[in-house]
């Protein structure tokens, strides 16, 4: 089991930053940002391997940053430069065997969730 607890949403203006936070009890071989707008599904934001190898969506290429501090089991997603549409629950998630990583199905464990809201 793989427990995840995340922090550090909020509300902003657009333009605005903020950077989540995800406290992991283990850590695995992929780990992940998605989120959740209102009537609309899951969708991966950024992932981390256990090598260090980022990948992100193209709607935040440049803007997010993941990373990841295995002395102090965290996973961050630093976002920059927020838009309206970056307003969702956004969720940290541990994937063991890895596969494509936005999709959500490859992931074993979930957190309950932040929420961003970004105001125009």
């Known amino acids: 089991q793989v427990q995840l607890v995340e922090s550090g949403g909020g509300s902003v203006q657009s333009g605005g930053s903020l950077r989540l936070s995800c406290v992991y009890s283990?850590?695995?071989?992929?780990m992940a940002w998605f989120r959740q707008a209102p009537g609309k599904e899951r969708e991966g934001v950024a992932a981390?391997?256990?090598?260090?190898?980022?990948t992100y969506a193209d709607s935040v290429k440049g803007r997010f940053t993941i990373s990841q501090d295995n002395a102090k089991n965290s996973l961050y997603l630093q976002m920059n430069d927020l838009k309206s549409e970056d307003t969702a629950m956004y969720y940290c998630?541990?994937?063991?065997?890895?596969?494509?990583?936005?999709?959500?199905?490859?992931?074993?464990?979930w957190g309950q969730g932040t929420q961003v809201t970004v105001s125009s």
């Open positions: 981390i391997d256990s090598a260090g190898l980022t």
């Open positions: 283990k850590s695995t071989y992929c």
């Open positions: 998630a541990a994937s063991i065997d890895g596969g494509a990583w936005e999709r959500a199905t490859n992931y074993n464990y």
